[in-house]
């Protein structure tokens, strides 16, 4: 579904800081890719290319064999395809949790407000939210929001789910709520990429774990692998701070 190459991306002035640093991946479907590393290894940056998000400096990136980093390409059109959850759940804090589900498939996807309410009072049901419709993001708790930023994303129907690092703001009580409803969605067949701390749930719902490390991918494997016998001294010394 998805292809890089030779992805690179710099930041400041005439690009003096280089974080992504030549990366080249592929992503197939119904892939849950977990990625792994340090902080400021570039992470988050790579998720946020891939939704155009951040515009890379130089590289390709294909999605369903189309080039979304020509100029041309509708990037509109990539993200009702790719949907993306953020560390801090990014709720409109004026509109109330049904609004803030139903925005995007009337605006952009063309539902009637019937369509989008009943689809949105379908996915609150799933998560047990549905006395929260009429409420407003400040009168919920982060594990709440966390997972209403997750079926707002789902409500418009997205091949591809990015999460970054979507329980880093949590309490540690709320965390398990959200990782169940991604486990959730892992099983139903989702393709998921996640940059994620949780090593329990990247041993877990991972098919393949990517360690990244100074703008690179430095290691790539299964979690069975790569968590008993990882292949690389960095990943070893990471591996040996986080486990």
């Known amino acids: 579904m998805i292809e890089v190459k030779r992805l690179h991306k710099s930041f400041g002035p005439k690009g003096s800081l280089e974080v992504l640093k030549g990366i080249d991946q592929t992503i197939q479907k119904g892939e849950k890719v977990v990625i792994i590393g340090p902080s400021g290894s570039g992470k988050s940056t790579f998720l946020r290319c891939l939704n155009m998000l951040e515009t890379p400096t130089s590289g390709e990136i294909y999605y369903n064999k189309q080039l979304i980093t ?32 139903t925005l995007g498939p009337v605006k952009l996807k063309g ?28 009168q919920l708790s982060g594990g709440q929001k966390q997972r209403v930023a997750i079926i707002r994303a789902l409500a418009m129907e997205p091949q591809v789910m990015l999460f970054d690092e979507p329980t880093s703001s949590l309490d540690p009580e709320m965390v398990g709520e959200v990782l169940d409803l991604m486990k959730k969605l892992a099983d139903a067949g989702m393709t ?6 949780e090593m329990g749930f990247a041993k877990e719902v991972g098919t393949r774990i990517l360690f990244m490390d100074d703008g690179l991918i430095v290691e790539e494997n299964t979690p069975e692998k790569l968590f008993t016998h990882p292949q690389n001294q960095r990943t070893k010394d990471f591996l040996s701070k986080v486990l």
Do not use: W
């Open 111 to 138: 539902k009637t407000e019937n369509q989008a309410k009943e689809q949105a009072m379908e996915l609150l049901q799933r998560i047990g939210l549905c006395d929260k419709a009429d409420a407003y993001p400040s």
């Open 192 to 197: 998921m990429i996640v940059v994620t701390h």
């Open 70 to 101: 020509d100029r041309l390409y509708d990037i509109n059109k990539l993200r009702m395809n790719i949907g993306m959850v953020f560390q801090h759940f990014n709720l409109f804090p004026h509109l109330s949790i049904l609004k803030n589900i």
